[in-house]
């Protein structure tokens, strides 16, 4: 299997060089030449299967500079029942609301309580690996700018990993006080995290010019060190979601929900739309699929652009309670275009510098025709996200956070407009509790407590629901790093941390 860029079908790569890589130089994403297929009999023959024996099998068809001991080194170290709280990281839930039947499928068991864990946890090993094929006896230095979970997710994916050093960057004054608390708890000797005063994109692009700086490579280059992205633009973090769609569907099937071969829906709260990308993967390898679900919130430029063919991030931007799908720019859309083009480098360069130039731009009639045949878009404002929690907890007892809810309240749409009752997976992307104060004004008019660990303590009581481990171990435990940066220091701070100076 090799992978082309999506703005040059000229440049040709290995997995293991698109994973260590990350980006094309020519700007493109890295997508594979062809989608392996599974028959029927393969997919019958996984029903049996664990979730790693699924990972793996779906992982065998893509990486195959990879020998089968390196992806069950891989897969066995990510996927563990201590990690995720069950041999199966990512169990189905399912519940009847409002006369339709829901099946939950829950992504946040893992360390960081979001689905991030899922790709994040194994990310480091397959980077790893991948590092040793393509550039042997280097380290990875791991720059992440976050706005939250992701940062997170990859402090505790690279924590201790060989080879490896990782370093975040998070707007001081921009994520949830849990989130904070969650990165600069952050336990390993690899690890270094800062604060910047500025926002996100101020982050972000302090990032990119640290990465794109020819004299910066130089630096670690001569300290045996070489730049890595753990973001979802990497191969390496869409790969391993394809395998939970793979693996809802075959227990869909076990649990007689569908028969083998009938098609399910898959409903995604989207952002960068890696998520629901992962999912229209995972329908190109086999798995029976009628319609994806797209669920937006206040920021509906994906919606708007499944309904009309335009995408354009001329907009306004909402701070929403829902901040993980807070984005004007799908990355991840990319690849979709380019897959759904017929593989058109040409096509795909002109509307991403149209995106770059005007921030607009407008698909042919046949891509659109084919977004609108397999795509629905939605999206659900503030007030019906806190109103689809209260009312899916009142009606069924089932907690969720505030983005799994936007996906809820969009599948109940999309219901009353068409009527579709194809059985339908919901991805659930994280606890309710990495989100306690919004969910709790959802739930209840009292006055919220002041503290996050009291207010984690009056939504366990007023649900009764399970605080995950990972968040109740956070109490009590002394932050590590308390560092804050000028964001044009960003550089020398990197440097600082890596001991060059
Ligand atoms: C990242 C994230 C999303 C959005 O997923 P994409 O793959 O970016 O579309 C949704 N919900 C939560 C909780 C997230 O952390």
């Given at each position: 299997m090799l992978y082309n860029s999506t703005q040059n079908n000229n440049k040709v790569v290995s997995s293991a060089q698109a994973i260590a890589q990350g980006i094309s130089e020519d700007g493109g994403l890295f997508v594979p030449q062809s989608f392996p297929k599974f028959s029927l009999t393969d997919i019958e023959s996984m029903l049996q299967m664990s979730y790693q024996d699924r990972a793996k099998a779906v992982f065998k068809c893509y990486l195959t500079d990879f020998t089968e001991e390196e992806i069950?080194?891989?897969v066995d170290k990510a996927y563990t029942k201590e990690k995720f709280e069950d041999v199966n990281p990512a169990p189905i839930t399912c519940v009847d609301y409002n006369g339709n039947e829901f099946n939950i499928l829950e992504l946040w068991h893992g360390p960081t309580c979001a689905f991030k864990d899922m790709?994040?946890?194994?990310?480091?090993?397959?980077?790893?690996?991948?590092?040793?094929?393509?550039?042997?006896?280097?380290?990875?230095?791991i720059l992440v700018a976050t706005s939250g979970d992701t940062g997170k997710a990859a402090l505790e994916g690279f924590k201790d990993v060989e080879d490896t050093q990782i370093i975040v960057f998070y707007p001081e004054n921009g994520v949830s006080a849990m989130q904070k608390h969650q990165m600069n708890t952050q336990a390993g000797e690899n690890v270094y995290v800062c604060a910047i005063k500025g926002n996100f994109d101020d982050a972000q692009t302090g990032v990119k010019q640290i990465f794109t700086d020819p004299a910066n490579s130089e630096i670690l280059s001569q300290h045996g060190m070489m730049f890595s992205s753990a973001n979802s633009i990497n191969w390496g973090r869409l790969l391993p979601q394809i395998v939970y769609y793979v693996s809802a569907y075959c227990d869909m099937v076990k649990m007689g929900k569908v028969n083998l071969g009938e098609k399910i829906n898959i409903v995604v709260p989207t952002g960068n739309f890696g998520n629901i990308l992962a999912a229209y993967y995972a329908c190109e390898m086999g798995i029976p699929v009628n319609k994806f679900i797209c669920a937006s919130n206040s920021n509906n430029v994906l919606t708007d652009f499944i309904n009309t063919g335009v995408y354009d991030k001329n907009r306004d931007f909402?701070?929403?309670?829902?901040?993980?799908?807070?984005?004007?720019?799908?990355?991840?859309?990319?690849?979709?275009?380019?897959?759904?083009?017929?593989?058109?480098?040409?096509?795909?360069?002109?509307?991403?510098?149209?995106l770059k130039t005007d921030g607009v731009y407008e698909v042919s009639d046949d891509i659109k025709e084919k977004i609108k045949k397999v795509f629905y878009g939605g999206f659900c404002d503030e007030d019906s996200t806190k109103t689809t929690i209260k009312n899916l907890f009142d009606s069924k007892k089932y907690l969720c956070d505030t983005h799994t809810s936007v996906a809820v309240s969009v599948y109940d749409d999309y219901v009353k407009e068409t009527g579709d009752k194809t059985p339908a997976v919901i991805a659930s992307t994280a606890s309710p509790y990495k989100f306690s104060k919004s969910v709790l004004e959802a739930m209840s008019d009292d006055a919220l407590p002041e503290s996050e660990?009291?207010?984690?303590?009056?939504?366990?009581?007023?649900?009764?629901?399970?605080?995950?481990?990972?968040?109740?171990?956070?109490?009590?435990?002394?932050?590590?790093?308390?560092?804050?940066t000028d964001k044009n220091e960003m550089k020398q701070t990197v440097l600082k941390a890596l001991g060059i100076n």
């Open positions: 069950a080194d891989c790709a994040l946890q194994i990310l480091p090993h397959l980077l790893t690996k991948s590092l040793k094929k393509t550039a042997d006896g280097i380290k990875a230095v909402y701070t929403t309670i829902s901040p993980s799908m807070d984005i004007l720019v799908s990355s991840n859309l990319e690849r979709l275009l380019y897959k759904l083009s017929g593989n058109n480098d040409e096509v795909v360069k002109d509307l991403m510098a149209k660990f009291d207010m984690v303590y009056k939504l366990y009581s007023l649900s009764n629901t399970k605080v995950p481990a990972p968040i109740a171990e956070l109490k009590g435990l002394k932050a590590r790093f308390d560092n804050v």
